[in-house]
């Protein structure tokens, strides 16, 4: 009797382990699937900024003119060379987001999913340097000698991927949080780079996009909330994030008469939003227990079901 119980149990068991796993592989299906709709977005609006900017007459003089209301200004006064330009080429800048990444993913849960997080600022850099150096040219309307093509910015890169791998890294919690002072830092930076003349205001553009881009590709955090609540929530989450972001950087350009810097500030309050509004293959995972992250993940049943399942087994086990 005892051994037709334990049968019966696991039987079912397993049935509802087979039940569980075609849903739970079709979330993750779709939450992939989001996650490079979500990059292949943002690459395409990073394709329109170089098409426009780059590429046409109108787009390369307005790009200019803003670029030479900060190139050579006093405007370095305004940002302190640690927390502007000089952050980027700065060792310690990378070793804070080393240990943000690693702390932050592991209290999201991530295991191997760190690694990509650590790497892909790395990418974002080397991907740059490759457009902007072999791929990509500038077009030459006014016979100009120097209108060599800076598009995209490597040091933007390299500031945005660290910026967009600690806010993909983060638990979801506090992650719009750190998306915001990522995006006024970012806009400081931005704005240095232009005030000494290495990067007009699409080349900027163009990186933090590239950035965000590629941190679509790896698994948002785990929170263990049911598919359609998480991605409404997430969504408005992601809405307030962007709007919050987006007041500092418009704040300052507006008082420090640098206007320059708002598109910028702008994009990238949109681009670190969209980490927050993507979930991921972490989306809809809805089972009683997850283990937390999106590495790994553990399904127990819960206390009732398995009362269930023993009650049924003795009842089957009777009957026979």
Not at 29 to 56: D, E, F, K, N, P
Not at 156 to 171: L, S
Not at 174 to 181: E, F, N, S, T
Not at 207 to 213: N, T, V
């Amino acid at each position: 009797m005892h051994s037709a119980a334990s049968g019966t149990m696991e039987c079912m068991s397993s049935t509802s382990l087979r039940r569980l796993g075609a849903p739970r592989a079709m979330s993750a299906t779709g939450g992939w699937v989001r996650s490079l709709v979500w990059s292949a977005l943002l690459v395409a609006l990073m394709a329109g900024v170089y098409l426009i900017a780059v590429q046409t007459p109108w787009g390369q003089n307005l790009d200019q003119r803003a670029f030479l209301t900060l190139r050579g200004t006093g405007a370095t006064a305004d940002v302190p060379h640690v927390v502007g330009l000089g952050s980027v080429t700065d060792v310690r800048l990378w070793l804070v987001s080393i240990v943000a990444i690693v702390g932050l993913g592991l209290w999201a849960g991530r295991r191997l999913s760190i690694v990509p997080l650590l790497a892909l600022p790395v990418v974002a850099i080397l991907i740059t340097q490759f457009l902007r150096d072999e791929l990509l040219t500038r077009a030459d309307f006014d016979g100009f000698s120097w209108a060599t093509n800076t598009f995209p910015s490597g040091h933007a890169a390299a500031a945005a991927g660290c910026v967009a791998a600690i806010v993909r890294a983060a638990p979801r919690r506090i992650a719009p949080l750190l998306a915001v002072a990522g995006v006024g830092w970012l806009t400081l930076v931005s704005q240095d780079l232009m005030v000494w003349g290495w990067h007009r205001p699409s080349d900027l553009l163009g990186s933090i996009l590239l950035a965000a881009a590629l941190m679509h590709l790896v698994p948002g955090a785990a929170d263990g909330a049911g598919r359609g609540a998480t991605m409404r929530s997430r969504a408005l989450t992601a809405a307030l994030t962007a709007s919050a972001a987006a007041v500092g950087p418009l704040l300052w350009a507006v008082a420090t008469d640098h206007l320059a810097v708002a598109p910028v500030g702008l994009v990238a309050a949109v681009a670190m939003a969209s980490l927050i509004a993507d979930g991921g293959p972490a989306d809809g995972r809805r089972v009683s227990r997850i283990a937390r992250g999106t590495d790994h993940e553990r399904v127990e049943p819960s206390d009732r079901a398995r009362g269930q399942q023993y009650h049924r087994g003795r009842l089957t086990a009777g009957i026979e």
